[in-house]
C-alpha cells in the first residue's frame, strides 16, 4: 500500500484515527504486499489467496515476515486468518505501531504485550474479556475500540481508563460504567458508546457537555423513562450523532418488550439512531424539527400504522432507513423531504405506500410497495 501523500485529506486523516482506520479499510479490499520490508502501513487480509497455496505456508510466512517489521506505524488485519495469525501476535512486536486494528482477531484474554506499544494512538480489537487497569499505561491512546462477541457479555471500563491523558474515543458494543466514574470524565471526551443503563442527570451531563457522539443502551426501562433523565439529552449542545438502543436483542433482530420513553434531542445532531423505541407517529414532530438531521435511522422504534408528514420538517435530512416497522401507510410527498436522496425500508411487511425519491432500496418488504417503487 503506497503513502496517502502530503495533501489535505491526509492531513485530516492523521488528526482523526476513527477516518485513518476506515479509510485503511476502504483501500485494503483489493491490495497486495508481496514486499513489506520497511513498509509503515501494513495490511493482512484473508481473501487474496490462490485456491491452490497452502494456507500452512501462506500463514507460516506471513508471521515470519511480520515478525521482522519493526518500522511499521499501522497495521490493519482483514479476513479470515483468526486461527492461524493469531498464535504468536507477531505485530505486537511493532513497537513503534501507532495505529493497530485487529477488530477481526479475537483476543480471549487481554494481551498484556499491547501495554509496550507506547505509542499507540488507535487501537481496536475484539474480546469479551475484562479490560485491565493497566489499560492507562498507553498515555498516548486516543481512540479504543472494543468489539464484542458475546452480546450478553458487558465489560466495566476501569477507573483508571480516565487516566489516559490523550483518549477522545471510546467505542464498545455495550460496556458499564462503574459508579463514581462519570464525574471522572475528561471534558475532552468526544466519543462514549454504546452505555448501558447511562443516567441522563444534570450532574452527570456537566462532565460530557464536549461529546460529540454518543451511545446508550437501556435493556430493561419502565414506560417513561423517568429514571434514567432521557428528556435531559437535550441539553448536549455539541452533540452531532446519537444512537439510543432499547431491547435485548439489538442487532440481530426486533427488540423485546414495549418501550416508550420520554426523549428529548440535542438542536445539533447530524445523524440520530433509534432502536426499539416504540414511540408514536406524533412524536416524530420532535426528530423533524432537528435543523441540521441528515441520517436517520429507525429499527421498530415507532408504533402505528399511518405516518403523516408535517410540511416543513426534516430539512436537510439526506438518509431515511426504516426496519422492522408495522407501519402501513407513509402519506409524504417528496416536498416532505426537500433534502433526501436514499430511502432504505427493510422488513416493513405491511407498508402499501412509500413516497417518490431519487433512490428506494427494498428488502423483504410487501409487493405493494415494491409496485409502487418501479
Same mark, same amino acid.
Given at each position: 500500500?503506497?503513502?496517502?501523500?502530503?495533501?489535505?485529506?491526509?492531513?485530516?486523516?492523521?488528526?482523526?484515527?476513527?477516518?485513518?482506520?476506515?479509510?485503511?479499510?476502504?483501500?485494503?479490499?483489493?491490495?497486495?504486499?508481496?514486499?513489506?520490508?520497511?513498509?509503515?502501513?501494513?495490511?493482512?487480509?484473508?481473501?487474496?489467496?490462490?485456491?491452490?497455496?497452502?494456507?500452512?505456508?501462506?500463514?507460516?510466512?506471513?508471521?515470519?515476515?511480520?515478525?521482522?517489521?519493526?518500522?511499521?506505524?499501522?497495521?490493519?488485519?482483514?479476513?479470515?486468518?483468526?486461527?492461524?495469525?493469531?498464535?504468536?501476535?507477531?505485530?505486537?512486536?511493532?513497537?513503534?505501531?501507532?495505529?493497530?486494528?485487529?477488530?477481526?482477531?479475537?483476543?480471549?484474554?487481554?494481551?498484556?504485550?499491547?501495554?509496550?506499544?507506547?505509542?499507540?494512538?488507535?487501537?481496536?480489537?475484539?474480546?469479551?474479556?475484562?479490560?485491565?487497569?493497566?489499560?492507562?499505561?498507553?498515555?498516548?491512546?486516543?481512540?479504543?475500540?472494543?468489539?464484542?462477541?458475546?452480546?450478553?457479555?458487558?465489560?466495566?471500563?476501569?477507573?483508571?481508563?480516565?487516566?489516559?491523558?490523550?483518549?477522545?474515543?471510546?467505542?464498545?458494543?455495550?460496556?458499564?460504567?462503574?459508579?463514581?466514574?462519570?464525574?471522572?470524565?475528561?471534558?475532552?471526551?468526544?466519543?462514549?458508546?454504546?452505555?448501558?443503563?447511562?443516567?441522563?442527570?444534570?450532574?452527570?451531563?456537566?462532565?460530557?457537555?464536549?461529546?460529540?457522539?454518543?451511545?446508550?443502551?437501556?435493556?430493561?426501562?419502565?414506560?417513561?423513562?423517568?429514571?434514567?433523565?432521557?428528556?435531559?439529552?437535550?441539553? #448536549?449542545? /455539541? $452533540? +452531532?450523532? @446519537? &444512537?439510543?438502543?432499547?431491547?435485548?436483542?439489538?442487532?440481530?433482530?426486533?427488540? %423485546? =418488550? *414495549?418501550?416508550?420513553?420520554?426523549?428529548?434531542?440535542?438542536?445539533?445532531?447530524?445523524?440520530?439512531?433509534?432502536?426499539?423505541?416504540?414511540?408514536?407517529?406524533?412524536?416524530?414532530?420532535?426528530?423533524?424539527? #432537528?435543523? /441540521? $438531521? +441528515?441520517? @436517520? &435511522?429507525?429499527?421498530?422504534?415507532?408504533?402505528?400504522?399511518?405516518?403523516?408528514? %408535517? =410540511? *416543513?420538517?426534516?430539512?436537510?435530512?439526506?438518509?431515511?432507513?426504516?426496519?422492522?416497522?408495522?407501519?402501513?401507510?407513509?402519506?409524504?410527498?417528496?416536498?416532505?423531504?426537500?433534502?433526501?436522496?436514499?430511502?432504505?425500508? /427493510?422488513?416493513?411487511?405491511?407498508?402499501?405506500?412509500?413516497?417518490?425519491?431519487?433512490?428506494?432500496?427494498?428488502?423483504?418488504?410487501?409487493?405493494?410497495?415494491?409496485?409502487?417503487?418501479?
Amino acid at each position: 500500500m503506497g503513502g496517502i501523500g502530503k495533501t489535505t485529506l491526509a492531513s485530516n486523516i492523521y488528526d482523526d484515527p476513527l477516518s485513518f482506520m476506515c479509510i485503511m479499510k476502504l483501500s485494503a479490499m483489493n491490495t497486495c504486499l508481496p514486499d513489506t520490508n520497511g513498509q509503515r502501513r501494513l495490511i493482512v487480509h484473508g481473501y487474496s489467496l490462490e485456491d491452490d497455496y497452502p494456507l500452512s505456508n501462506f500463514f507460516g510466512a506471513i508471521n515470519d515476515t511480520l515478525e521482522s517489521e519493526s518500522f511499521a506505524r499501522s497495521f490493519l488485519h482483514i479476513g479470515g486468518f483468526d486461527n492461524h495469525l493469531s498464535s504468536r501476535y507477531p505485530y505486537l512486536g511493532f513497537r513503534l505501531l501507532r495505529v493497530l486494528d485487529v477488530a477481526e482477531k479475537i483476543f480471549y484474554s487481554f494481551p498484556e504485550q499491547l501495554l509496550e506499544l507506547h505509542d499507540l494512538i488507535c487501537l481496536a480489537f475484539t474480546s469479551d474479556a475484562k479490560l485491565p487497569c493497566s489499560i492507562s499505561l498507553l498515555k498516548n491512546l486516543q481512540t479504543l475500540i472494543v468489539h464484542q462477541k458475546d452480546l450478553s457479555c458487558l465489560l466495566t471500563l476501569p477507573l483508571e481508563i480516565w487516566e489516559m491523558p490523550q483518549l477522545r474515543h471510546i467505542c464498545f458494543t455495550r460496556c458499564v460504567l462503574p459508579d463514581g466514574a462519570v464525574s471522572s470524565i475528561p471534558r475532552s471526551l468526544e466519543t462514549l458508546s454504546v452505555v448501558r443503563d447511562f443516567k441522563c442527570t444534570d450532574e452527570n451531563f456537566k462532565t460530557i457537555q464536549n461529546l460529540r457522539k454518543l451511545g446508550l443502551s437501556y435493556e430493561y426501562i419502565a414506560s417513561s423513562g423517568q429514571w434514567y433523565c432521557l428528556n435531559n439529552l437535550e441539553q #448536549l449542545n /455539541k $452533540l +452531532e450523532n @446519537l &444512537k439510543c438502543l432499547f431491547g435485548v436483542s439489538y442487532p440481530y433482530g426486533p427488540s %423485546v =418488550g *414495549g418501550f416508550s420513553p420520554k426523549l428529548s434531542f440535542p438542536p445539533n445532531l447530524k445523524k440520530l439512531t433509534l432502536y426499539g423505541s416504540r414511540l408514536t407517529w406524533e412524536d416524530m414532530t420532535l426528530i423533524g424539527s #432537528l435543523p /441540521k $438531521l +441528515e441520517v @436517520l &435511522k429507525l429499527y421498530n422504534a415507532f408504533e402505528g400504522a399511518v405516518w403523516e408528514p %408535517v =410540511g *416543513g420538517e426534516f430539512p436537510r435530512l439526506k438518509y431515511l432507513k426504516l426496519k422492522f416497522m408495522d407501519l402501513m401507510q407513509w402519506e409524504a410527498e417528496e416536498t416532505n423531504f426537500p433534502s433526501l436522496r436514499r430511502l432504505i425500508l /427493510k422488513q416493513c411487511r405491511w407498508l402499501k405506500e412509500i413516497p417518490t425519491l431519487q433512490l428506494i432500496q427494498l428488502d423483504d418488504c410487501s409487493l405493494d410497495a415494491v409496485t409502487l417503487s418501479e
